[in-house]
């Protein structure tokens, strides 16, 4: 399971507040805004991961729910046994083939699911950026005054 | 026993194997048990998520469907233990019925026809368990296109199992062929006598009878038309394609790579314009697999996928998102039907399905 690059889904979580550096001085010093945002998207990026872990555990699961193969003499001889164990090889096989699906559709959630907790980190890391700078510039006026 | 059922009696009741029989029908419950804990443990965890925007719905739809598909895949695999485990019964009672006869009726030439009469019935009896195993086993269409061929309930109830009360006079198990009246039609009454059973073969009514099965299945063991691919030189199935290579770290670590199954071709992803935060979902799926839609994957019309919502200047394509595996050449809609019924009349699906046995 590998996380594309770049992102397979990229779009923006949450609407994170506008540059601070682009806005007015005074709307551009509150944190407030900016650490609620923050806030929302730890917590969608908590959901992510798990849904994640759910994933790889169905992954596992559905690896698991495999049965053995059956032998082609187990019902005995003659036309019906063998027609008998050609069946349940062909059920057990089309059932084999939709597990096979579902796992490979279960990797493929993986990774958009990945491209979207990494993408939820980038939004948190910008945040964070916008934060510093208002921290930065808060500071700076502290000391002037 | 020199009559003529003797072939039949050996096929049929000697040479079965009810005990690992039993054994197939547990591992199929326990593998239907853990898928259907699976399918439970997704509902549930999809639940007590909260993701916003579009993401949400779309990963909601997502995996209630891989749930759907695990749940019918427990359902397909309940079946066929059951199935299973109703045939080692069958036999195992088929055997004990061997050594009545072998203990009533001693192989000292003064009891042919006696002895040949309840070999028949009792090869009747394990074949009747045989031909409605064969019905379930056949009627477990796991990898059907989901959505493409309605799941309808059959028009007329599946064909019962195999009668062991004798509805006259009450004997368990019944040694004749009993059969109260076609279940569809009302044809072929009983022909049940009391005192020493006379067994009446059961004879196929018409072809719409569920009962009625490919004439090749009334021709005596190894004179069958049709290719067999089970033939004495190969008796036991080569571990060909299937489970060989199919352990559970296969398929989890490498799905597709032991099954026949058509590659999924991932949708191109391509990142579009806009700043880091902002770019918009691209790619459908072509052609997902398993009939789950795969997060952001393009639905059965091409619609955009929907992996969170577009924020920015890109338009999600749905590039060809059929949604299906792309099997069902030969299937009608309501194929389903008549694979419940097991009427013989597709031995060619017999022998070109499962590829397993070469």
Redesign the interface.
Known sequence: MTS?T???????????PSDPSTTASTAGSSTEPYEQSQH?IR??EE??R??IA?VD?????????????????????????????????????????????????????A???QS?RD?LN??ED?IQGYLDQINGRVATIDGAV | MAGANEGRFHELVERPHPFRIERHADDWARCAEVLRTASSDVRRGIQNVDVGGQTGPALQAAFLDLADVLEEGAQDLRRGSRALGELAEETKSAKNRKKDIDGRLPDNGAHVAERDQAAASTSDSQEAALRHGIAVMKSIRADEPRGSVPIQAPTTPPPPPPTRRCPRCGSDPCQCQAVSGCPRCGASPCVCVDGPHVVTPVTPVHPDCPDWDDPADFTTPGTAQGPSSLSPAAPSAPAAPLGSGVSPGVVGGAAGAAAPVAPVAFGAMAPTSGSGVAAAPVAGTAGAAGGVRPIGAGGPMGSAGTLGRSGGSGTGAGAAGAGGRGRGKDRKPGSRDRDLHDDGRDWLDDESAPDVLR
């Open positions: 594309p770049p992102p397979t889904v990229a779009v923006t979580p949450t609407s994170p929302e917590l969608e959901d992510v798990y849904l759910l555990e169905t992954v596992r699961n559905v690896g698991g729910s495999i049965p053995r193969q059956v032998e082609g003499d187990l019902f005995g001889g003659g036309h019906l046994p063998e027609r008998m164990a050609r069946h349940t090889l062909g059920a057990h096989e089309r059932i084999l083939r939709t597990l096979l699906s579902s796992v490979q559709a279960l990797e493929e959630h990774g958009s699911l979207y993408e980038r939004v910008t």
